[in-house]
Protein backbone atom coordinates (compact mmCIF):
# COMPACT_ATOMS: atom_id res chain seq x y z
CA UNK A 1 0.00 0.00 0.00
CA UNK A 2 1.38 3.24 -1.05
CA UNK A 3 1.91 5.70 1.22
CA UNK A 4 -0.74 9.16 1.77
CA UNK A 5 0.32 11.55 -1.14
CA UNK A 6 -0.02 14.16 1.79
CA UNK A 7 2.53 12.09 3.78
CA UNK A 8 5.84 14.69 5.11
CA UNK A 9 7.84 11.73 6.56
CA UNK A 10 11.61 11.59 7.50
CA UNK A 11 12.92 8.77 9.19
CA UNK A 12 15.27 8.17 12.42
CA UNK A 13 18.17 8.12 10.64
CA UNK A 14 17.87 11.36 8.85
CA UNK A 15 17.27 10.63 5.63
CA UNK A 16 13.93 12.45 3.56
CA UNK A 17 11.62 10.14 2.75
CA UNK A 18 9.23 12.63 0.78
CA UNK A 19 7.57 16.47 1.39
CA UNK A 20 4.62 16.51 -0.68
CA UNK A 21 1.53 19.08 -0.27
CA UNK A 22 -1.89 18.04 -1.89
CA UNK A 23 0.73 15.47 -3.91
CA UNK A 24 2.72 18.19 -5.31
CA UNK A 25 7.01 18.16 -4.14
CA UNK A 26 8.02 20.93 -2.11
CA UNK A 27 10.66 21.96 -0.14
CA UNK A 28 8.50 22.36 2.78
CA UNK A 29 9.18 19.26 5.21
CA UNK A 30 7.72 18.28 8.47
CA UNK A 31 10.42 16.38 10.30
CA UNK A 32 8.88 12.97 12.08
CA UNK A 33 10.66 11.43 14.73
CA UNK A 34 10.75 7.58 15.08
CA UNK A 35 7.77 7.10 13.01
CA UNK A 36 7.57 3.86 10.86
CA UNK A 37 4.76 4.08 8.05
CA UNK A 38 3.60 0.78 7.65
CA UNK A 39 0.55 0.88 4.91
CA UNK A 40 -1.20 4.18 6.19
CA UNK A 41 -0.06 2.81 10.06
CA UNK A 42 2.03 4.05 12.50
CA UNK A 43 4.27 2.07 15.48
CA UNK A 44 4.94 4.23 18.42
CA UNK A 45 6.62 6.13 19.96
CA UNK A 46 7.37 8.88 17.34
CA UNK A 47 7.14 12.67 17.97
CA UNK A 48 7.25 16.05 15.51
CA UNK A 49 9.48 18.75 14.59
CA UNK A 50 9.26 21.20 12.11
CA UNK A 51 11.65 22.90 9.07
CA UNK A 52 9.50 25.43 7.61
CA UNK A 53 9.14 25.96 4.07
CA UNK A 54 11.57 28.46 2.07
CA UNK A 55 8.64 29.23 -0.67
CA UNK A 56 6.41 31.65 -1.26
CA UNK A 57 3.11 32.19 -0.04
CA UNK A 58 1.56 32.26 -3.07
CA UNK A 59 3.23 28.33 -3.98
CA UNK A 60 2.74 26.91 -0.62
CA UNK A 61 -0.59 25.94 0.55
CA UNK A 62 -1.92 23.02 2.39
CA UNK A 63 -5.69 21.18 2.72
CA UNK A 64 -7.16 20.04 5.77
CA UNK A 65 -10.11 18.50 7.35
CA UNK A 66 -8.98 20.57 10.61
CA UNK A 67 -6.53 23.06 11.40
CA UNK A 68 -6.07 23.26 15.34
CA UNK A 69 -4.51 26.95 16.45
CA UNK A 70 -2.36 26.04 19.93
CA UNK A 71 -0.40 23.48 21.14
CA UNK A 72 -1.05 22.92 24.48
CA UNK A 73 -2.94 20.60 26.61
CA UNK A 74 -6.94 21.76 24.93
CA UNK A 75 -5.00 21.24 21.08
CA UNK A 76 -3.43 17.93 22.06
CA UNK A 77 -6.89 16.72 23.07
CA UNK A 78 -8.25 18.13 19.99
CA UNK A 79 -5.53 16.96 17.86
CA UNK A 80 -6.15 13.34 19.35
CA UNK A 81 -9.95 13.12 19.53
CA UNK A 82 -10.57 14.54 15.90
CA UNK A 83 -7.88 11.81 14.69
CA UNK A 84 -10.07 9.04 16.14
CA UNK A 85 -12.83 10.22 13.98
CA UNK A 86 -10.71 8.32 10.53
CA UNK A 87 -8.15 8.75 8.55
CA UNK A 88 -8.38 12.95 8.45
CA UNK A 89 -5.56 15.29 7.82
CA UNK A 90 -5.12 16.97 10.85
CA UNK A 91 -2.39 19.86 11.37
CA UNK A 92 -1.53 21.64 14.86
CA UNK A 93 -0.18 25.07 14.51
CA UNK A 94 1.90 26.25 17.90
CA UNK A 95 4.19 29.14 18.68
CA UNK A 96 6.70 27.68 20.93
CA UNK A 97 9.45 25.23 19.67
CA UNK A 98 9.26 21.73 20.55
CA UNK A 99 10.57 21.24 23.98
CA UNK A 100 8.51 23.99 25.17
CA UNK A 101 4.83 23.01 23.51
CA UNK A 102 2.63 20.50 25.37
CA UNK A 103 2.70 21.10 28.95
CA UNK A 104 6.26 21.63 29.54
CA UNK A 105 5.51 25.14 31.01
CA UNK A 106 2.74 23.99 33.04
CA UNK A 107 4.39 24.27 36.64
CA UNK A 108 1.24 24.64 38.44
CA UNK A 109 -0.66 21.70 40.05
CA UNK A 110 -2.85 19.54 37.61
CA UNK A 111 -4.63 17.37 38.83
CA UNK A 112 -7.59 14.70 36.74
CA UNK A 113 -11.34 13.92 38.11
CA UNK A 114 -11.17 11.21 35.69
CA UNK A 115 -8.32 9.22 34.15
CA UNK A 116 -10.71 10.17 30.54
CA UNK A 117 -8.03 13.18 29.26
CA UNK A 118 -4.94 10.91 29.43
CA UNK A 119 -6.33 8.14 27.93
CA UNK A 120 -7.15 9.94 25.12
CA UNK A 121 -3.64 11.16 24.87
CA UNK A 122 -2.17 7.47 25.19
CA UNK A 123 -0.41 8.19 28.71
CA UNK A 124 -1.58 6.08 32.13
CA UNK A 125 -2.76 7.24 35.43
CA UNK A 126 -2.67 6.28 38.95
CA UNK A 127 -5.33 7.16 41.53
CA UNK A 128 -4.78 9.43 44.34
CA UNK A 129 -5.79 10.74 47.31
CA UNK A 130 -6.09 14.66 47.52
CA UNK A 131 -6.64 16.05 50.90
CA UNK A 132 -7.77 19.71 50.87
CA UNK A 133 -8.07 22.79 53.53
CA UNK A 134 -8.23 26.57 53.67
CA UNK A 135 -6.18 28.39 55.50
CA UNK A 136 -7.86 31.65 57.00
CA UNK A 137 -7.70 34.36 59.64
CA UNK A 138 -7.92 34.22 62.49
CA UNK A 139 -8.99 30.31 62.61
CA UNK A 140 -6.11 28.64 61.38
CA UNK A 141 -6.79 25.46 59.00
CA UNK A 142 -10.21 24.46 57.87
CA UNK A 143 -12.56 22.03 55.90
CA UNK A 144 -15.87 23.93 55.87
CA UNK A 145 -14.96 27.60 54.76
CA UNK A 146 -17.25 30.42 55.37
CA UNK A 147 -18.87 32.57 52.92
CA UNK A 148 -16.27 35.14 53.97
CA UNK A 149 -13.25 32.85 53.33
CA UNK A 150 -14.71 32.22 49.93
CA UNK A 151 -14.93 35.99 49.49
CA UNK A 152 -12.00 36.82 50.04
CA UNK A 153 -10.25 34.03 48.25
CA UNK A 154 -12.59 34.79 45.22
CA UNK A 155 -11.35 38.52 45.19
CA UNK A 156 -7.59 37.72 45.05
CA UNK A 157 -7.88 35.24 42.38
CA UNK A 158 -10.13 36.51 40.13
CA UNK A 159 -10.91 40.31 41.38
CA UNK A 160 -14.41 39.79 41.84
CA UNK A 161 -16.67 37.75 44.16
CA UNK A 162 -17.59 34.41 42.72
CA UNK A 163 -18.00 30.88 42.92
CA UNK A 164 -14.53 29.04 44.08
CA UNK A 165 -12.95 25.36 44.27
CA UNK A 166 -12.27 25.94 48.00
CA UNK A 167 -16.56 24.73 48.15
CA UNK A 168 -15.05 21.12 47.92
CA UNK A 169 -12.84 20.66 50.57
CA UNK A 170 -11.55 17.57 52.60
CA UNK A 171 -10.52 14.44 50.93
CA UNK A 172 -11.10 13.47 47.34
CA UNK A 173 -9.65 11.49 45.02
CA UNK A 174 -8.38 12.58 41.38
CA UNK A 175 -6.23 11.23 38.90
CA UNK A 176 -2.10 12.02 38.38
CA UNK A 177 -0.83 11.07 35.24
CA UNK A 178 2.10 8.67 35.78
CA UNK A 179 5.09 10.49 32.73
CA UNK A 180 5.49 14.18 33.85
CA UNK A 181 3.14 16.40 31.70
CA UNK A 182 6.03 17.80 29.83
CA UNK A 183 6.30 14.70 27.84
CA UNK A 184 2.70 14.76 26.67
CA UNK A 185 3.66 16.35 23.57
CA UNK A 186 6.66 13.57 22.77
CA UNK A 187 3.91 10.91 23.49
CA UNK A 188 0.06 11.94 21.72
CA UNK A 189 -1.23 8.94 19.39
CA UNK A 190 -2.26 10.53 16.59
CA UNK A 191 -0.79 11.54 13.11
CA UNK A 192 -1.57 14.63 13.30
CA UNK A 193 1.27 16.92 11.96
CA UNK A 194 2.58 19.91 14.30
CA UNK A 195 3.84 23.08 12.55
CA UNK A 196 6.24 24.15 15.94
CA UNK A 197 7.46 27.87 15.71
CA UNK A 198 4.37 29.43 13.77
CA UNK A 199 1.96 31.37 14.53
CA UNK A 200 -1.71 32.15 12.74
CA UNK A 201 -1.42 36.01 11.38
CA UNK A 202 -4.31 36.29 9.68
CA UNK A 203 -7.89 34.36 9.02
CA UNK A 204 -9.72 34.92 6.13
CA UNK A 205 -13.74 33.40 7.64
CA UNK A 206 -15.29 33.21 4.18
CA UNK A 207 -12.61 31.08 2.40
CA UNK A 208 -11.67 29.11 5.52
CA UNK A 209 -8.06 30.04 5.43
CA UNK A 210 -5.19 31.01 7.47
CA UNK A 211 -2.19 32.81 6.90
CA UNK A 212 0.53 31.04 9.23
CA UNK A 213 4.53 32.64 9.40
CA UNK A 214 6.56 29.96 10.52
CA UNK A 215 10.21 30.96 12.00
CA UNK A 216 12.94 28.94 11.27
CA UNK A 217 14.98 28.85 15.10
CA UNK A 218 18.50 27.54 12.94
CA UNK A 219 17.96 29.85 9.88
CA UNK A 220 16.34 32.77 11.46
CA UNK A 221 14.39 33.24 8.84
CA UNK A 222 10.66 33.46 8.25
CA UNK A 223 8.24 32.04 5.62
CA UNK A 224 4.31 31.77 5.21
CA UNK A 225 2.24 28.63 4.28
CA UNK A 226 -1.58 29.24 3.35
CA UNK A 227 -4.08 26.41 5.08
CA UNK A 228 -7.07 25.61 3.82
CA UNK A 229 -9.23 24.13 6.33
CA UNK A 230 -12.49 22.92 6.94
CA UNK A 231 -13.44 23.49 10.53
CA UNK A 232 -11.01 24.82 12.88
CA UNK A 233 -10.25 24.72 16.61
CA UNK A 234 -9.01 27.63 18.38
CA UNK A 235 -7.65 27.53 21.72
CA UNK A 236 -6.29 30.98 21.60
CA UNK A 237 -7.04 33.49 23.52
CA UNK A 238 -10.43 35.12 22.71
CA UNK A 239 -9.19 38.43 22.24
CA UNK A 240 -6.58 37.37 19.92
CA UNK A 241 -8.55 35.07 17.71
CA UNK A 242 -10.90 38.06 17.42
CA UNK A 243 -7.88 40.73 16.21
CA UNK A 244 -6.99 37.76 13.42
CA UNK A 245 -10.17 36.80 12.01
CA UNK A 246 -11.79 39.06 8.95
CA UNK A 247 -14.41 40.05 8.47
CA UNK A 248 -14.00 41.18 12.13
CA UNK A 249 -16.20 40.10 14.81
CA UNK A 250 -18.10 42.49 17.57
CA UNK A 251 -15.63 42.03 20.52
CA UNK A 252 -16.39 44.82 22.29
CA UNK A 253 -14.96 43.62 25.38
CA UNK A 254 -11.95 43.48 28.12
CA UNK A 255 -9.86 40.52 28.67
CA UNK A 256 -8.65 40.59 31.94
CA UNK A 257 -5.70 38.13 33.37
CA UNK A 258 -3.49 38.03 35.91
CA UNK A 259 -0.47 35.82 36.18
CA UNK A 260 0.81 33.07 38.04
CA UNK A 261 4.00 32.72 39.62
CA UNK A 262 4.92 29.48 40.90
CA UNK A 263 8.36 28.46 42.72
CA UNK A 264 8.60 24.90 43.11
CA UNK A 265 10.60 24.01 46.24
CA UNK A 266 12.60 20.41 46.16
CA UNK A 267 12.32 18.96 49.72
CA UNK A 268 14.26 15.69 49.23
CA UNK A 269 15.05 14.72 52.71
CA UNK A 270 11.53 14.57 53.08
CA UNK A 271 9.73 11.45 52.22
CA UNK A 272 6.04 11.54 51.46
CA UNK A 273 3.60 8.77 50.12
CA UNK A 274 3.31 8.63 46.53
CA UNK A 275 -0.79 8.35 46.82
CA UNK A 276 -0.85 11.18 48.18
CA UNK A 277 -1.48 14.86 48.16
CA UNK A 278 -2.23 18.28 49.97
CA UNK A 279 -3.46 21.26 49.06
CA UNK A 280 -4.12 24.25 50.93
CA UNK A 281 -5.72 27.97 49.69
CA UNK A 282 -5.03 30.59 51.07
CA UNK A 283 -7.86 32.91 51.93
CA UNK A 284 -5.66 35.43 54.05
CA UNK A 285 -4.01 39.16 52.95
CA UNK A 286 -1.33 37.30 51.05
CA UNK A 287 -0.15 37.07 47.16
CA UNK A 288 -0.01 33.46 47.98
CA UNK A 289 -3.52 32.02 47.28
CA UNK A 290 -2.10 27.93 47.37
CA UNK A 291 0.26 25.32 48.27
CA UNK A 292 0.73 22.12 47.61
CA UNK A 293 2.77 19.09 49.21
CA UNK A 294 3.61 16.30 46.63
CA UNK A 295 6.38 13.55 46.27
CA UNK A 296 8.54 15.13 43.88
CA UNK A 297 8.46 12.84 40.88
CA UNK A 298 11.14 12.52 38.40
CA UNK A 299 10.59 11.16 34.99
CA UNK A 300 13.46 7.89 33.75
CA UNK A 301 12.31 6.77 30.70
CA UNK A 302 8.55 5.58 28.75
CA UNK A 303 8.99 2.07 29.92
CA UNK A 304 10.43 2.32 33.34
CA UNK A 305 8.41 5.37 34.42
CA UNK A 306 9.28 7.43 37.36
CA UNK A 307 10.34 7.08 40.95
CA UNK A 308 9.80 9.31 44.27
CA UNK A 309 12.30 11.66 45.47
CA UNK A 310 11.40 12.89 48.79
CA UNK A 311 8.30 15.76 47.77
CA UNK A 312 8.13 19.44 47.12
CA UNK A 313 5.91 21.98 47.51
CA UNK A 314 4.19 24.02 44.87
CA UNK A 315 3.47 27.76 45.78
CA UNK A 316 1.34 29.83 43.66
CA UNK A 317 1.39 33.30 44.08
CA UNK A 318 -0.30 36.57 42.46
CA UNK A 319 3.07 38.36 42.46
CA UNK A 320 6.35 37.43 42.14
CA UNK A 321 8.48 36.30 44.92
CA UNK A 322 10.06 38.98 47.16
CA UNK A 323 13.10 38.99 49.04
CA UNK A 324 11.28 38.31 51.97
CA UNK A 325 9.57 35.28 50.75
CA UNK A 326 10.91 33.46 54.02
CA UNK A 327 9.67 35.86 56.24
CA UNK A 328 6.10 36.00 55.30
CA UNK A 329 5.58 31.95 53.61
CA UNK A 330 8.03 30.13 56.29
CA UNK A 331 5.19 30.78 58.66
CA UNK A 332 2.28 29.75 56.19
CA UNK A 333 3.82 26.33 55.91
CA UNK A 334 4.59 25.27 59.16
CA UNK A 335 1.12 26.11 60.26
CA UNK A 336 -0.15 24.60 57.00
CA UNK A 337 1.72 21.54 56.92
CA UNK A 338 3.90 20.96 60.02
CA UNK A 339 6.95 21.46 57.63
CA UNK A 340 9.64 24.04 58.84
CA UNK A 341 11.49 24.80 55.52
CA UNK A 342 14.76 25.91 57.86
CA UNK A 343 15.18 22.57 58.84
CA UNK A 344 15.62 21.42 55.23
CA UNK A 345 17.93 21.51 52.55
CA UNK A 346 15.96 22.23 49.52
CA UNK A 347 16.47 23.84 46.09
CA UNK A 348 13.42 26.07 43.99
CA UNK A 349 12.85 26.73 40.71
CA UNK A 350 10.65 29.91 39.84
CA UNK A 351 8.19 29.73 37.04
CA UNK A 352 5.65 32.14 34.89
CA UNK A 353 2.20 31.36 33.52
CA UNK A 354 1.11 34.69 31.72
CA UNK A 355 -2.32 34.00 31.32
CA UNK A 356 -2.76 31.98 34.75
CA UNK A 357 -6.01 33.16 36.38
CA UNK A 358 -8.93 34.76 34.09
CA UNK A 359 -10.93 37.44 35.31
CA UNK A 360 -14.64 36.56 34.20
CA UNK A 361 -16.17 38.67 31.40
CA UNK A 362 -18.67 41.57 32.99
CA UNK A 363 -20.62 41.42 29.86
CA UNK A 364 -21.04 37.43 29.44
CA UNK A 365 -23.67 37.94 26.57
CA UNK A 366 -21.05 39.72 24.58
CA UNK A 367 -18.48 36.92 25.23
CA UNK A 368 -20.98 34.20 24.10
CA UNK A 369 -21.85 36.06 21.13
CA UNK A 370 -18.09 36.54 19.69
CA UNK A 371 -17.85 32.71 20.41
CA UNK A 372 -21.13 32.12 17.76
CA UNK A 373 -19.75 34.72 15.84
CA UNK A 374 -16.55 32.63 15.18
CA UNK A 375 -18.22 29.58 15.03
CA UNK A 376 -20.81 30.85 12.31
CA UNK A 377 -18.44 33.10 10.36
CA UNK A 378 -15.39 31.00 10.39
CA UNK A 379 -16.64 27.65 11.02
CA UNK A 380 -14.10 28.47 13.95
CA UNK A 381 -14.96 26.56 17.40
CA UNK A 382 -13.47 27.74 20.82
CA UNK A 383 -11.91 25.53 22.73
CA UNK A 384 -10.18 25.39 26.16
CA UNK A 385 -10.40 28.41 28.83
CA UNK A 386 -8.31 31.08 26.98
CA UNK A 387 -10.61 30.15 24.38
CA UNK A 388 -13.92 30.27 25.96
CA UNK A 389 -12.12 32.72 28.34
CA UNK A 390 -13.96 30.98 31.38
CA UNK A 391 -11.88 28.94 34.45
CA UNK A 392 -12.63 25.42 33.37
CA UNK A 393 -11.02 22.48 34.36
CA UNK A 394 -9.18 19.74 31.90
CA UNK A 395 -11.74 17.41 32.11
CA UNK A 396 -14.59 19.77 30.79
CA UNK A 397 -12.55 20.35 27.86
CA UNK A 398 -12.63 17.50 26.97
CA UNK A 399 -16.69 17.63 27.61
CA UNK A 400 -16.67 20.38 25.40
CA UNK A 401 -14.56 18.84 22.19
CA UNK A 402 -17.71 15.84 22.48
CA UNK A 403 -20.17 18.95 22.41
CA UNK A 404 -18.04 20.30 19.32
CA UNK A 405 -17.89 16.88 17.65
CA UNK A 406 -22.01 16.62 17.68
CA UNK A 407 -22.25 20.01 15.58
CA UNK A 408 -19.75 19.17 13.37
CA UNK A 409 -20.87 17.21 10.25
CA UNK A 410 -19.17 14.08 11.34
CA UNK A 411 -20.35 12.01 8.74
CA UNK A 412 -19.16 13.55 5.70
CA UNK A 413 -15.77 13.80 7.45
CA UNK A 414 -15.69 10.09 8.42
CA UNK A 415 -17.03 9.24 4.65
CA UNK A 416 -14.03 11.78 2.74
CA UNK A 417 -11.82 10.37 5.14
CA UNK A 418 -12.79 6.29 3.72
CA UNK A 419 -12.69 7.79 0.27
CA UNK A 420 -9.56 9.16 0.64
CA UNK A 421 -8.27 5.65 1.91
CA UNK A 422 -9.53 4.00 -1.23
CA UNK A 423 -7.78 6.09 -3.59
CA UNK A 424 -4.86 4.93 -1.43
CA UNK A 425 -5.28 1.43 -1.82
CA UNK A 426 -5.70 1.98 -5.81
CA UNK A 427 -2.99 3.79 -5.93
CA UNK A 428 -0.97 1.01 -4.29
Not at 325 to 348: A, K, Q, W
Amino acid sequence: MAPNKNALIKDGGGEKVDARVDGIPTDKTLVVIKREVIGQSVKQPYRFESCPPSTNLMEDRMEVDFLIIGGGLSGLMAAAYFKELGQNKVVVVESKEQSQAGLSQHKAVMRLRTPAVAELLGLKTEKILVQKAVYTEPMGLKTEPSIRDANIYSQKVAGIISPRSIGNLGEVERYRIKYHPHHVANHIPTQADVLYTSLVTNINATKRSAVVKIFNTTTKEESFIDINYQYCISTLPLFKIASIISPSINSNFQCKHNPIQTKAIHLPDLPMDQGLEQTVYIARETPVYRITLRPAIKFITKNVGYKVLGSELIIESMEGFSSNFHRTVTPIVRNCFGVELRDHEYTSTDSCQPYGKLTPISDDKARRAAIFSLTQEGAIYSLGRHAIWKSITADNVLVHLKRISKMLDTDEIVRKSKSKSMEAKDEG
